[in-house]
């Protein structure tokens, strides 16, 4: 009897295609590896990046945001929303088109800088791609969000809402000329608050486990009005910063967005089972962003200290860390396997946690050396993350399921 042959990667029946979040949590762990090396490699040989419209630092504020960090919101936003409502998975066919704009949107950015007419044209096709990519998001998950009785998760909706405007105007200022960099900083800011708004959906899950297996006797909450400060301040300072950089008024408006958050850990306080490793990964993910507000402030209101280093604070230690932790959970969970228990889950964090204070600490101790080696604890990390989650999220179910059910709730 013949054995029949495995489906092949570009067929909807390719184990790649059962859940939503698998292609592009992969394309997420792949770009969080590649973007760093090249991006090392510039600083430590000179190597070049590719050229682009804006320049080498736009390239590398542009990939991270909507090549590493885009992919990784659209698995998560494609597998947590019908989670979250109740509502069918989202179709094969569907993943696979939307997958087809994010590798538009490589093609189109890497290639802006081509000699004219060219450059122009896959500028464009890097626009159309990236926009059409997060307008695809909303309409796939606004009908869902719409049939939940409760409409309790619209904030996602207009988050991405949000990030299409702003990779509009980024698109638009490049093809003006210009690096576009304040439309980027306003996108990481929009990142901030995506954070804060679905870690509170998934720490109550994480959390209270920790508290059950430690029989604490006590229960965590995500009290909404901690997170609506957070969310708020987070907004206000990155308007302000937007439209008026460098000002005094942005620099207080970042030291507000620091206390919110570290009001937001108050919550987090629930004794011993808080230093699990689950609860502490996520845990970190705040006082990385408090601190990064925190230290922006303190650079906006003295006038003489760079603020890179609490940007970067909140894009390595803050995004880079969720996601991260984002894929170790929800990457092994939807693909019907337990948390992954093993040591190189907490050393991955640890080299996070070092990229993002070797990063933060360039301007003034190490500078192009410390920057290299931030870079490097951050590709050692994903590259970890892809050797272990990799072969997870591209091959079958061990339980012989389909879809995106949990560990024994596969049919």
């Given at each position: 009897?013949?054995?029949?042959?495995?489906?092949?990667?570009?067929?909807?029946?390719?184990?790649?295609?059962?859940?939503?979040?698998?292609?592009?949590?992969l394309?997420?762990?792949?770009?969080?590896?590649?973007?760093?090396?090249?991006?090392?490699?510039?600083?430590?040989?000179?190597?070049?990046?590719?050229?682009?419209?804006?320049?080498?630092?736009?390239?590398?504020?542009?990939?991270?945001?909507?090549?590493?960090?885009?992919a990784?919101?659209?698995?998560?936003?494609?597998t947590?929303?019908?989670?979250?409502?109740?509502?069918?998975?989202?179709?094969?066919?569907r993943?696979?088109?939307?997958v087809?704009?994010?590798?538009?949107?490589?093609?189109?950015?890497?290639?802006?800088?081509?000699?004219?007419?060219?450059?122009?044209?896959m500028?464009?096709?890097?626009a159309?791609?990236?926009?059409?990519?997060?307008?695809?998001?909303?309409?796939?998950?606004?009908?869902?969000?719409?049939?939940?009785?409760?409409?309790?998760?619209?904030?996602?909706?207009?988050?991405?809402?949000?990030?299409?405007?702003?990779?509009?105007?980024?698109?638009?200022?490049?093809?003006?000329?210009?690096?576009?960099?304040?439309?980027?900083?306003?996108?990481?800011?929009?990142?901030?608050?995506?954070?804060?708004?679905?870690?509170?959906?998934?720490?109550?899950?994480?959390?209270?486990?920790?508290?059950?297996?430690?029989?604490?006797?006590?229960?965590?909450?995500?009290?909404?009005?901690?997170?609506?400060?957070?969310?708020?301040?987070?907004?206000?300072?990155?308007?302000?910063?937007?439209?008026?950089?460098?000002?005094?008024?942005?620099g207080?408006?970042?030291?507000?967005?620091?206390?919110?958050?570290?009001?937001?850990?108050?919550?987090?306080?629930?004794?011993?089972?808080?230093?699990?490793?689950?609860?502490?990964?996520?845990?970190?993910?705040?006082?990385?962003?408090?601190?990064?507000?925190?230290?922006?402030?303190?650079?906006?209101?003295?006038?003489?200290?760079?603020?890179?280093?609490?940007?970067?604070?909140?894009?390595?230690?803050g995004?880079?860390?969720?996601?991260?932790?984002?894929?170790?959970?929800?990457?092994?969970?939807?693909c019907?396997?337990?948390?992954?228990?093993?040591?190189?889950?907490?050393?991955?964090?640890?080299?996070?946690?070092?990229?993002?204070?070797?990063?933060?600490?360039?301007?003034?101790?190490g500078?192009?050396?410390?920057?290299?080696?931030?870079?490097?604890?951050?590709?050692?990390?994903?590259?970890?993350?892809?050797?272990?989650?990799?072969?997870?999220?591209?091959?079958?179910?061990?339980?012989?399921?389909?879809?995106?059910?949990?560990?024994?709730?596969?049919?």
């Amino acid at each position: 009897m013949l054995t029949p042959s495995p489906p092949r990667l570009l067929s909807p029946a390719h184990p790649l295609w059962y859940c939503a979040m698998r292609p592009f949590f992969l394309l997420s762990a792949i770009s969080a590896v590649g973007l760093l090396a090249l991006w090392i490699g510039m600083l430590a040989t000179g190597w070049p990046v590719p050229a682009v419209a804006g320049g080498p630092l736009a390239w590398h504020a542009h990939e991270m945001l909507f090549g590493f960090a885009l992919a990784a919101v659209a698995g998560f936003v494609l597998t947590a929303v019908p989670e979250f409502t109740s509502a069918p998975e989202v179709p094969a066919g569907r993943v696979r088109l939307l997958v087809a704009l994010w590798l538009l949107g490589r093609l189109g950015f890497w290639s802006s800088g081509l000699p004219a007419p060219w450059g122009g044209a896959m500028l464009l096709l890097a626009a159309v791609a990236h926009i059409g990519l997060l307008l695809g998001l909303v309409i796939t998950i606004a009908p869902l969000l719409w049939a939940d009785p409760g409409r309790r998760h619209f904030s996602f909706l207009w988050a991405l809402l949000g990030w299409a405007g702003l990779a509009a105007g980024f698109y638009i200022e490049a093809w003006q000329g210009g690096a576009g960099l304040r439309w980027l900083n306003a996108v990481q800011g929009l990142l901030a608050v995506l954070i804060v708004v679905s870690m509170s959906r998934i720490s109550m899950r994480i959390v209270n486990r920790a508290i059950e297996e430690a029989d604490a006797g006590t229960t965590y909450l995500a009290r909404p009005p901690r997170r609506h400060l957070a969310t708020l301040c987070i907004v206000l300072y990155s308007t302000v910063e937007f439209f008026f950089p460098g000002t005094r008024a942005a620099g207080w408006l970042a030291l507000a967005a620091a206390a919110a958050l570290f009001h937001l850990q108050g919550d987090w306080h629930v004794g011993r089972p808080l230093l699990r490793r689950w609860p502490l990964m996520l845990y970190l993910v705040y006082v990385f962003m408090a601190l990064g507000y925190a230290l922006t402030g303190i650079a906006l209101l003295s006038g003489d200290a760079p603020t890179s280093a609490g940007k970067h604070l909140i894009a390595v230690g803050g995004i880079g860390l969720s996601i991260y932790a984002a894929m170790c959970i929800a990457g092994r969970s939807h693909c019907g396997l337990a948390f992954d228990d093993r040591p190189w889950v907490p050393l991955g964090a640890a080299l996070l946690a070092c990229a993002a204070l070797l990063r933060a600490a360039a301007p003034w101790f190490g500078g192009t050396h410390a920057m290299t080696a931030a870079g490097a604890c951050w590709a050692v990390a994903f590259a970890l993350l892809l050797f272990r989650l990799g072969p997870v999220l591209y091959g079958p179910r061990s339980d012989g399921g389909h879809g995106c059910a949990g560990p024994g709730e596969a049919a």
